[in-house]
């Protein structure tokens, strides 16, 4: 089974992974996006109601860039946001380019959950990105 199994496709329609990653390889998914409106003046990308995938690359990378010391320097990614239909087919896909983390907000879930983590907000800038 892969993660994309795991979280219900009826309720996160949105699934965001790293660039050069297969739909296998999904990080996370959220239930809400904002930041979307106009490629000519991005603003961050807010996520927010989500499942991001405990040891997956995604959750790796936003922990060590966002709980790692200020000596440590951070790497940007390109990432790919996927907005699935109701049968779990691409309707749409943005590519964000030198996309980072800046905010993480969990949210409350049991303790006994040990694949993921709820994820109330997650924040992320970028350079640039390309529209569906």
Do not use: C
């Not at 709820?118 to 640039?128: D, K, M, N, P, R």
């Amino acid at each position: 089974m892969d993660q994309t199994d795991i979280a219900p496709k009826s309720v996160f329609r949105l699934a965001i992974a790293s660039a050069g990653s297969t739909t296998h390889d999904v990080g996370a998914a959220f239930q809400e996006a904002s930041g979307l409106e106009s490629a000519a003046t991005p603003a961050n990308l807010v996520l927010k109601r989500g499942y991001m995938f405990k040891g997956s690359p995604l959750a790796q990378w936003v922990t060590q860039t966002l709980e790692g010391s200020l000596g440590q320097p951070s790497e940007a990614r390109t990432l790919i946001l996927l907005l699935a239909g109701e049968t779990g087919q691409d309707l749409a896909t943005w590519t964000f380019l030198n996309a980072w983390p800046v905010k993480w907000e969990l949210a409350s879930i049991s303790p006994t959950d040990t694949t993921g983590l709820a994820t109330e907000s997650l924040e992320i800038a970028f350079s640039s990105v390309t529209p569906p």
